[in-house]
Every structure is written in structure tokens, then in C-alpha cells.
């Protein structure tokens, strides 16, 4: 098991930023990508940015130049960098590990953080 522990969400008004953070704990080594999911009221959850073991990084098209995933693998934790936010990037992130062996995937999800971003 992964337990994921998030911080950092709250009110901003735009064009403000905001860093989450999100640190992993448990049987952390068996897993392959850390990330940030969100969802908004009435939509589906969604990717918005995610780092391999390797460093390699992804982003939604929506958040990329304004938002950063790193990582800090002496203290199992991720970050969330967000600048420039709007308030479309107003939902609860997720952070997300995943374990994935051949076709199968496991996913583990914190607890969520709220942003909001006021216009």
C-alpha cells in the first residue's frame, strides 16, 4: 500500500500562484509515476501533469508554461508548481502514484486539495 499525503491548496485570486505538495509514504518503491489529477464540479477527473522515475514529465496542454511537477526523492515528495492561475483551474487535485507491470496498472490517490481561483 501508498499512502499520499496533499498540501497546498486554497484561495488565489488570478493570476496568482500556488505550490502543492504531495508525499508518499509506504511501498513506495514499487511505484513507476507520481502525479496531480483534478476535478471540477460536473467534469470528469483529469490529468494535469505527471513525472516518471526516470524525470521524464507530461502535461495537460491546458496547464503547460504556467504549472511545474517536481519531484524530491530523498524526502518522497512531489510538488505542484502553479503560476498565471485562472479560474478554469479552479477544482480539487488529486495527487496520484501509479505502479504499472506490463498491462497492469495500480493506481493510489490522496485525499484531494481544493483551489480555487478567484476572478
Known amino acids: 500500500q501508498v499512502q499520499l499525503v496533499e498540501s497546498g491548496g486554497g484561495l488565489v485570486q488570478a493570476g496568482g500562484s500556488l505550490r502543492l505538495s504531495c508525499a508518499a509514504s509506504g511501498s513506495i518503491f514499487s511505484i513507476n509515476t507520481m502525479g496531480w489529477y483534478r476535478q471540477a464540479p460536473g467534469k470528469q477527473r483529469e490529468l494535469v501533469a505527471a513525472?516518471?522515475?526516470?524525470?521524464?514529465?507530461n502535461y495537460a496542454d491546458s496547464v503547460k508554461g504556467r504549472f511545474t511537477i517536481s519531484r524530491d526523492n530523498a524526502e518522497n515528495t512531489i510538488y505542484l508548481q502553479m503560476n498565471s492561475l485562472k479560474p478554469e483551474d479552479t477544482a480539487l487535485y488529486y495527487c496520484n502514484a501509479a505502479r504499472t507491470v506490463a498491462a497492469s496498472r495500480w493506481d493510489y490517490w490522496g485525499q484531494g486539495t481544493q483551489v480555487t481561483v478567484s476572478s
Open positions: 513525472i516518471a522515475d526516470g524525470g521524464s514529465t
